[in-house]
């Protein structure tokens, strides 16, 4: 009787007509995934939660109980499990693992399609071509916070405020005609401009300057320090620009 006592939790989370707390399901997942019976108390009414957070002294909710004792809301909870929980701002490099490790896999389902093999040269044209189409997607998200972030250190950007909003429709232009090997003659330049122009802009505020800049080069919203991604960005698209050229 003891143990079933043990692997019981109490749940209370927002279940209105017009919305569902995503926080409250992720909870009640997480302590059925963890063995838990879990006593779900739906708090139907904006009244109702508002009652249950004054009861509590609480701000938020989901709250979870377990053996009585309050663990608190949904990261409280991965907490009492053991599971990480991101401090606000924190540094990750996961959007640009998730790019580039989709790109590679594009470009290598690409090549499996045409040439019947997945090692191809191709495979490499089109991964750095794939990458830069899908980094200038994520630019062209929200261009104005972009073209911000972009201020903060590109060279070019700083002469010319117009440069900011026009890179990443430069950017998902040549990444295009490369992926087709379409027009070289205006692929080409245009990366080799922004890619170089992008490098020494990343060197000088990075390596030199030393400063502690965010990278846009996955758009405006992103937590990636600037730095080796932003150069890996700009010396790929110089690197496939002078293949294109000399191939």
């Known amino acids: 009787m003891t143990a079933s006592l043990d692997r019981r939790a109490t749940l209370?989370?927002?279940?209105?007509?017009?919305?569902?707390?995503?926080?409250?399901?992720?909870?009640?997942?997480?302590?059925?995934?963890?063995?838990?019976?879990?006593?779900?108390?739906?708090?139907?009414?904006?009244?109702?939660?508002d009652a249950f957070k004054a009861e509590h002294g609480v701000k938020t909710t989901p709250q979870t109980f377990?053996?009585?004792?309050?663990?608190?809301?949904?990261?409280?909870?991965?907490?009492?499990?053991?599971?990480?929980?991101?401090?606000?701002?924190?540094?990750?490099?996961r959007p640009v693992i998730a790019v580039f490790a989709m790109t590679a896999l594009m470009a290598l389902a690409a090549?499996?399609?045409?040439?019947?093999?997945?090692?191809?040269?191709?495979?490499?044209?089109?991964?750095?071509?794939?990458?830069?189409?899908?980094?200038?997607?994520?630019?062209?998200?929200?261009?104005?916070?972009?073209?911000?972030?972009?201020?903060?250190?590109?060279?070019?950007?700083?002469?010319?405020?117009?440069?900011?909003?026009?890179?990443?429709?430069?950017?998902?232009?040549?990444?295009?005609?490369m992926a087709a090997h379409a027009a070289d003659w205006l692929s080409v330049p245009i990366a080799l401009v922004i890619g170089g122009v992008g490098a020494v802009s990343v060197v000088k505020a990075v390596y030199i300057d030393r400063r502690e800049l965010k990278c846009a080069c996955v758009g405006g919203a992103t937590r990636v320090p600037l730095g080796f991604v932003s150069l890996t960005e700009n010396v790929m698209m110089v690197s496939m620009a002078l293949w294109m050229a000399l191939r």
């Open 111 to 177: 090549s499996q399609a045409a040439f019947g093999t997945p090692l191809t040269v191709r495979a490499g044209e089109w991964f750095i071509a794939f990458s830069m189409c899908v980094l200038a997607l994520l630019k062209l998200q929200d261009v104005e916070t972009f073209s911000t972030m972009f201020l903060n250190y590109d060279l070019l950007a700083r002469r010319w405020v117009r440069y900011g909003y026009v890179y990443p429709y430069a950017e998902g232009l040549a990444g295009v005609l």
């Open 12 to 49: 209370y989370r927002m279940v209105m007509p017009g919305h569902t707390c995503p926080y409250g399901l992720k909870a009640k997942d997480l302590l059925e995934r963890r063995g838990y019976t879990v006593d779900d108390h739906p708090l139907r009414t904006r009244e109702e939660t």
């Open 66 to 93: 377990i053996a009585g004792e309050r663990v608190g809301g949904y990261d409280d909870l991965r907490r009492h499990f053991g599971q990480r929980v991101a401090a606000a701002g924190e540094t990750s490099y």
